[in-house]
């Protein structure tokens, strides 16, 4: 049977990445991404400004909505602290199956959760299921028109506090205007634009980090 792309980059991080080694799965995927197959992954330079708002926010609790093949997972979980956990929300199967495989080459299994399943069913489970009570840091990397109303949910199941950091990928490319327009309106955000570039590639993108204010 044909393989697929995720499968093809899990390939190239169980044959090339060190186990256990976080950057060099990161390194590695970069490569694949660079000289063999372009894949959706936020890439090493929009992934530089992850890591620093990481670094800086040094988050408990961290949600990410689309998994997909694990990497921004990787990047993150990589700059928690010892107790800190990740939970990432993937819907797609195959593509849980090989950011399952990706995030244990990597070791960091023991931070983070990944859970199967639609981010609106899950976001509404989270304080009974796995006794969150807000979350520090919210990257948002899944379909683009879910964006806002998934926030609006997040707000309205009180997994924000004052403080509380979204960063959203693809603000530029593919796009995400109404979640643009809300938190860069919205009194109850601090919204600021980092320049970038789309992942691999020299088209404008960015990423979007705005404060809840509570
Ligand atoms: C509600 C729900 N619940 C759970 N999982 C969910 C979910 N909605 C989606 N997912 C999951 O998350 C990933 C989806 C990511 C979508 N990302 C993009 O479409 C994307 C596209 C580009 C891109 C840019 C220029 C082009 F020409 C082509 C593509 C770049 C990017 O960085 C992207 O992120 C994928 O793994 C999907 O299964
Ligand atoms: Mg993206």
């Known amino acids: 049977t044909q393989s697929t792309r995720p499968q093809r980059l899990l390939g190239a991080v169980q044959q090339n990445a060190t186990r256990g080694d976080p950057r060099s799965v990161v390194k590695t995927i970069d490569q694949f991404c660079k000289h063999k197959e372009w894949a959706m992954n936020v890439g090493d330079e929009k992934g530089c400004i992850l890591d620093s708002v990481v670094s800086e926010l040094n988050p408990a609790t961290v949600l990410e909505l689309g998994t997909y093949c694990g990497y921004s997972t990787v990047r993150i979980a990589s700059l928690l602290p010892p107790h800190a956990r990740l939970i ?30 639609a981010s609106g069913d899950w976001i ?61 309106n919205s009194p109850r955000y601090n919204s600021q634009y980092f320049r970038s570039h789309l992942e691999y590639t020299k088209a404008e993108d960015g990423l979007e980090k705005s404060v809840f204010l509570g």
């Open 124 to 184: 509404p489970k989270m304080k009974e299921q796995f006794g969150v009570k807000t979350f520090d840091l919210v990257f948002l990397d899944h379909w683009k028109d879910r964006y806002l109303p998934d926030t609006k949910l997040m707000e309205e199941c009180g997994l924000l506090r004052k403080g509380s950091v979204l960063l959203a990928d693809n603000v530029v490319c593919p796009g995400t205007p109404d979640y643009l327009q809300y938190v860069r």
């Open 88 to 117: 990432t929300l993937e819907f797609n199967p195959h593509f849980a199956a090989v950011a399952r495989q990706i995030i244990a080459w990597a070791g960091l299994q023991d931070k983070v959760l990944l859970v199967e399943g």
